[in-house]
């Protein structure tokens, strides 16, 4: 599909990685593990004291995945030290192989001791769970005292070991002035297990009917928790996907040539300008440029696109992709971190941590939604307290401690950033490579996009359209005269022209008396006559009659084709149309942004009557011709000034102002580096199915976010009032703490679950 482009597209590719290009900044950027977050809270905390570091530029902290980015001049271990005062665990993450199977390994591990803990808590609470439900619980007097002490017992075991991590979370968050998730949890079941712990021993002191414990509550709390953590965790995991599978197609080994021999060797040890053998069926190592032999390689990795690309001596290959046929020799040009599937995933773990303006309007909500928790279980405490009816302790007991189990805010902390992963993930799959979460919102609210037509809607560069021989000569015939004649021409229409004989076999004459003539075409004689080749002035000038064509040739310009005629011995023998043909799926693409909803611009430096004609066959809805390159970006400002969300898509250096002026940029991934470097989104094949692509992506993570707080914010708006006995008055009924425990668990667990349903959302290509 976009065949032409793909040379310089690779080019680019190599061009933009370390120390060639403008994509990698030279900040220093740094990645951390952080252990001990429990909610959004957290993420506020350390977010804070990663930024108020001294050489600190930006810092972004990822609940979902427990990890930190942050870019500027400063020194991993000094961040480490900084995480860790704040009261959290921190580690530097380096992206090796290695890492990322410890990690898995390392939350596998999590994971079953979550699910051990749960079921050590639920193997206390549940027995008495049901001796309650069934009224069997012994009295506070006599052997009954006793039962409760052992069981006061067991529960202070099943705190210290299922839930110690709630209790030291919440003491470091109180020595760091904070409070998190762990407060409130570490409040509720102390609490709970302090009053318990009071009535057993001392049960005078309150009156009879106040005289219950709630050592199972604690205990089954504790327990629905942790389970509930243990299923968020493995549901989290599936979020990564997209890196985990970037990340396999790293091959492990490289087949190097070495002294004459060919010996495979571990991919660290591979190095600059090594010459490598490639054999059928393997991955390619690392990236380079063939010298010997040919094949065809599979780039889907990279493109989306699933066909094989032939490779031959000179043609670059990316390591990661699959050679599907034939045996090669490279010579390694980028390797380790420095290559191009290196830097895909980098991009697509920076725009994973990264935060659209709804993320951090969450954040902020979360930062002081702990505080306000704390202050509504105080009203609710002094409310039940003041005017609540006997037994009060056990009234103010179950209601403070049930506001603040379900005020946790794990959900809410979780909605955006689990879907922003799954979402640049998708968008990964197909070819689009967002680089912030920010453009990842922007796309889904564009209402016009803002096309460049040279390399965007058309494929670039010029290429013969029609062959129309003028008498008995066929059109190859006509085709190879031409080819002969504009050989040694350095025209980018000769270079059209050439090109078509060539892929033609046709066979090229030698011209003798070559003459360029400005403005006009070219002269020479070949096989002792003279040919002619150029425009309808140089036959006017040369005194050649044209009527035979000369109706042809009008339509075909009207159509923004370049007619040139080709005249023998003064005689006319055809012509020859040269034009930047439209790329064969723009029309479709362009199709798809109409039946999304959106307003589609074409902007072009082109003569008007040429962006006509190609706007007529992609059925654009307006057409910006002659336009000058240092205007394209006052033309986007324009369209925003009517109030327009404006997407721009273009490729070259004079897109660049316009694709950062825009709202969204997109970058056709054929493109230059310094128009990427302006843009959000990166479509890493030259079609704009991937803007599209992207759209659609973008609009289906911003409606999953959606839900996503919708679930948070209800479930603790409404869960709140409730468990603060707002129903009492009217139905006598109080919210159940263990109810309210997994309530709050279950709530990460579907906001989790909503966000991988984005997994199996497909943009619909229509090809």
Known sequence: MWQGDRRVFFRWLFLSLPGKGYIVSKQNTIHLSIGGMSCAGCVATVEAALQKTSGVQAASVNFAEHSAEVSGDVDANALI?????????????????????????????????????????????????????????PGLIGMGRLFWLVVAALSLFVLVYSGGRFFTGAWKSFKNHNANMDTLIALGTGTAWFFSMLITLFPAMVPVQAQHVYFEAAVIIIALINFGSALEMRARGKTSEAIKRLIGLRPKTARAVRNGEEIDVPIEQVGLDEILRVRPGEKIAVDGIIIEGHSSVDESMLTGEPMPVEKQAGDEVVGGTLNKSGSFLFRATRIGKDTALARIIEMVRQAQNSKPAIGRLVDKIASVFVPVVLIIAVITFM????????????????????????????????????????????????????RNGEALQRAGQLTTVVLDKTGTVTQGAPAVTAIIPASAWGEDELLQHAASLEAVSEHPLAEAVVAAAKQRELPL???????????????????????????????????????????????????????????????????????????????????????????????????????????????????????????????????????????????????????????????????????????????????????????????????????????????????????????????????????????????????VSNANRLRLFKPGEAR
């Open 81 to 137: 030290k900084v995480v860790e005062a704040a009261g959290y665990e921190a580690a530097e993450l380096k992206g090796t192989d290695e890492e990322a199977q410890e990690k898995e390994a390392a939350e596998l591990s999590y994971y079953r001791e979550l699910l051990k803990k749960a079921a050590v808590a639920a193997a206390v609470g549940a027995p008495l769970f049901l001796m309650g439900l069934f009224g069997a619980m």
């Open 383 to 434: 409310a039940w307290f003041n005017f609540g009816p006997e037994p009060k302790a056990a009234y103010v007991l179950v209601a403070t401690m049930t506001v603040l189990i379900i005020a946790c805010p794990c959900a809410l902390g979780l909605a955006t950033p689990i879907s922003i992963m799954v979402g640049v993930g998708k968008a990964a799959e197909y070819g689009v490579l967002i």
């Open 509 to 751: 004459t030698a011209v003798d008396d070559f003459q360029a003539i400005p403005g006009h075409g070219v002269s020479g004689l070949l096989a002792g006559k003279t040919i002619l080749f150029g425009n309808r002035k140089l036959m006017q000038d040369q005194q050649i009659p044209l009527d035979a064509l000369a109706k042809r040739a009008a339509e075909l310009a009207r159509l923004g084709q370049t007619p040139m005629f080709v005249a023998l011995d003064h005689q006319l023998v055809g012509l020859i149309a040269v034009a930047d043909p439209v790329k064969s799926d723009s029309k479709a693409a362009i199709e798809r942004l109409h039946q999304a909803g959106l307003r589609v611009v074409m902007l072009t430096g082109d003569n008007r009557a040429t962006a006509e004609a190609v706007a007529a066959q992609v059925n654009v809805d307006e057409v910006m011709a002659e336009v000058l390159p240092q205007d394209k970006s006052n033309k986007v400002a324009e369209l925003q000034q009517r109030g327009e969300v404006v997407g721009m898509v273009g490729d070259g250096i004079n897109d660049a102002p316009a694709l950062a002026r825009a709202d969204v940029g997109f970058a056709i991934g054929s493109g230059t580096d310094v128009a990427i470097e302006s843009a959000g989104i990166t479509l890493m094949r030259g079609s704009l199915h991937g803007v599209a692509d992207a759209i659609a992506v973008s609009k289906a993570t911003l409606r999953n976010i959606k839900q996503n707080l919708f679930g948070a914010f209800i479930y603790n708006s409404l869960g709140i009032p409730v468990a603060a006995g707002i129903l009492f008055p009217l139905t006598g009924m109080l919210l159940n703490p263990m109810i309210a425990g997994a309530a709050m668990a279950m709530s990460s667990v579907t906001v």
